[in-house]
């Protein structure tokens, strides 16, 4: 690791190699001591940390791997595995963003953008990869290539799992979601976690006879070891395959459990957004518009006890159930309202390529052929990096008919057979 450190620090140093050990050594033995064939005397090691401008311990301890070394940097991934809503801000600013051992200091940089991905802060999350981490993913980024300390390697996987989460790309997902689970003790709390993501990806990729075999391996830990606050999380999970599966009344079923268990659950609050959010977009997708609305009601009202910056956090995600249900009842009206209240307080990406959808929806209904072209293409893209099902049928055919009605025969054939193939796939 002392070879990647330095190569980190040259760079943002601007020092070449030749310049960095021009007068203290030969630039051969330089590399012979980077790939760990020769030890890195103490003295060449402060010379070249005061070109570097940094402390010498900071060059001679860079690949400590000793078992307090690895005992910090273990405790550090523990910490900050947990879900970011149970986190303290002032935690995770704590933790020293520098460490004389890198894999101490990389295993921090990793979790921290974990953290900043879990809580939308994109300023915080840019920052910490282009100043630090988008260096080393390029050098460790593969964790299947690299043979790394246990906690690094941990929490680069950890990392993977939530980017390709965040990208929706489930298959890799589960990739690394297995080799992680392979890596922690069955039973732990964070093994639960993983087997919960790993449930996720089996539904999202069709897997679903692995998703239950998950879902019952990890009820037994839970009965087993008696660890009821997981219920509802993994209920919800369950919900979730259930639905999958066509089984609409069974995955209200797993939710009423969820809520039921509660009770025991440390995060209560994550859990009632997660129950509140399957419910009503279960209910709204298999028709239950009365049942949805009733449930956005009642979230809205579990809402109203939060603090101010909670309210505001999730007022985007009321507006959007309440687009849904408009657009499925075709109240155009309400539809409008609605939109125009999503686009005044969505933060997210997601949330603002949701309300250019339902205004291209509107301005489709309306027979505005124009502005349903370029709201439709401005946010087309986006849903098909994240292959949104519901959004991408309804964008493919309402393109393919206007093109179609404006004698855009070639544009036309092309989304229908996007329309195809997309059917087919699903």
Not at 113 to 124: G, H, M, R
Not at 151 to 170: C, D, G, I, T
């Amino acid at each position: 690791m002392l070879k990647e450190r330095i190569e980190f620090l040259s760079k943002r140093k601007g020092i070449s190699r030749k310049d960095l050990v021009e007068g203290l050594v030969t630039q051969a033995h330089f590399a012979n001591i980077l790939a760990q064939r020769y030890p890195l005397p103490e003295d060449l090691a402060e010379a070249i940390a005061v070109r570097l401008g940094v402390p010498p311990s900071y060059v001679l301890q860079a690949g400590a791997q000793d078992e307090g070394t690895l005992a910090r940097a273990e405790a550090v991934f523990e910490q900050l595995s947990v879900p970011a809503s149970m986190l303290a801000e002032e935690t995770v600013h704590a933790l020293d963003d520098r460490d004389d051992a890198l894999v101490v200091e990389l295993t921090t940089a990793l979790m921290k953008a974990v953290y900043y991905q879990q809580l939308n802060d994109a300023d915080a999350h840019e920052y910490i990869h282009t100043s630090y981490l988008n260096f080393y993913l390029e050098k460790y980024g593969r964790p299947d290539d690299v043979d790394l300390p246990a906690p690094l390697s941990k929490a680069l996987l950890y990392y993977k799992v939530q980017y390709y989460r965040s990208k929706h790309a489930f298959t890799d997902v589960l990739t690394h979601a297995t080799r992680l689970g392979d890596l922690v003790a069955p039973g732990s709390e964070f093994w639960l976690s993983v087997q919960n993501i790993k449930m996720e990806a089996y539904i999202q990729v069709k897997q679903y006879e692995e998703a239950k075999q998950t879902f019952e391996l990890t009820m037994r830990q839970v009965y087993d070891r008696r660890l009821f606050h997981r219920l509802s999380g993994l209920y919800v999970a369950y919900s979730g395959y259930c639905f999958a599966m066509g089984l609409a009344q069974e995955a209200l079923s797993a939710l009423s459990m969820a809520e039921a268990n509660l009770v025991y659950a440390a995060n209560q609050g994550d859990l009632v957004t997660a129950i509140a959010n399957n419910r009503i977009v279960m209910l709204t997708m298999t028709g239950e518009l009365d049942q949805a609305q009733d449930e956005i009601d009642r979230f809205e009202a579990l809402l109203g006890r939060e603090p101010e910056e909670t309210r505001q956090a999730m007022a985007p995600l009321l507006w959007i159930y309440r687009c849904e249900v408009a657009l499925a009842r075709k109240n155009w009206g309400m539809l409008a309202h609605s939109v125009d209240r999503l686009q005044k307080c969505a933060i997210t990406q997601d949330q603002q390529m949701a309300a250019t959808f339902y205004q291209s929806q509107l301005a489709l209904a309306h027979g505005e052929r124009e502005p349903f072209l370029a709201k439709a293409l401005a946010c087309l893209p986006y849903f098909e990096s994240v292959q949104h099902a519901l959004r991408l049928e309804r964008l493919y055919e309402g393109l393919a008919v206007v093109n179609e009605e404006l004698r855009r025969y070639k544009e036309a054939a092309t989304y229908y057979r996007k329309l195809v193939y997309w059917l087919r796939k699903k």
